[in-house]
T-cell receptor
Framework: DAGVIQSPRHEVTEMGQEVTLRCKPISGHDYLFWYRQTMMRGLELLIYFNNNVPIDDSGMPEDRFSAKMPNASFSTLKIQPSEPRDSAVYFC?????????????FGPGTRLLVL | GESVGLHLPTLSVQEGDNSIINCAYSNSASDYFIWYKQESGKGPQFIIDIRSNMDKRQGQRVTVLLNKTVKHLSLQIAATQPGDSAVYFCAENRPIHGSSNTGKLIFGQGTTLQVKP
């Protein structure tokens, strides 16, 4: 299995621009998570989906952030408009099943820099 | 909210020595912890987990100890190798929506392990 796939790996954009991050979970996994990692705040859960349905988005910072999962093999995290404080590494993770014991597998991340 | 993962930011060890990475948590109701390893430029990778009904669990070259009395857990790496150099996170798998069967990961700040040749 290829693991969780994220694209792009690096993104540099200017403040005010729209940014779209993409994720392909591991086949057969029905949970998908979006995390953000910064030096100041560490790894934070933004939102997660179960069977393509958003379950908990309480970690999404503000309305500029939105996430979708149109099918079981694809999810996007969009920031519009982007701001310099959004600069971070964004990780997507997926897990199988519904139990807490199911391991989350992380993708390589997208390093975002907003100028 | 309740915190997890209060520990030293950096640990430097000699190759071949044992490493001990510590983590403290504040919520006495926390019942499930996971250690992740994050190498430079990569996402976190699962190492080992432990539930509160255990005080010790062993994997390949790694051991996790849980002391619920003082709300502390540690990750021990035997015969540390250069490939062990990474940031190590302890994370709590916290129940959500009142369900004991569904959880989300609450990560600590991480400890950077540096292995000297």
């Amino acid at each position: 299995d290829a693991g969780v796939i994220q694209s792009p790996r690096h993104e540099v954009t200017e403040m005010g621009q729209e940014v779209t991050l993409r994720c392909k979970p591991i086949s057969g996994h029905d949970y998908l998570f979006w995390y953000r990692q910064t030096m100041m705040r560490g790894l934070e859960l933004l939102i997660y989906f179960n069977n393509n349905v958003p379950i908990d988005d309480s970690g999404m910072p503000e309305d500029r952030f939105s996430a979708k999962m149109p099918n079981a093999s694809f999810s996007t995290l969009k920031i519009q408009p982007s701001e310099p404080r959004d600069s971070a590494v964004y990780f997507c993770a997926s897990s199988r099943g519904t139990g807490r014991q199911e391991t989350q597998y992380f993708g390589p991340g997208t390093r975002l820099l907003v100028l | 909210g309740e915190s997890v993962g209060l520990h030293l930011p950096t640990l430097s060890v000699q190759e071949g020595d044992n490493s001990i990475i510590n983590c403290a948590y504040s919520n006495s109701a926390s019942d499930y912890f996971i250690w992740y390893k994050q190498e430079s430029g990569k996402g976190p990778q699962f190492i080992i987990d432990i539930r509160s009904n255990m005080d010790k669990r062993q994997g390949q070259r790694v051991t996790v100890l849980l002391n619920k009395t003082v709300k502390h857990l540690s990750l021990q790496i035997a015969a540390t190798q250069p490939g062990d150099s990474a940031v190590y996170f302890c994370a709590e798998n916290r129940p959500i929506h009142g369900s004991s069967n569904t959880g989300k990961l609450i990560f600590g700040q991480g400890t950077t392990l540096q292995v000297k040749p």
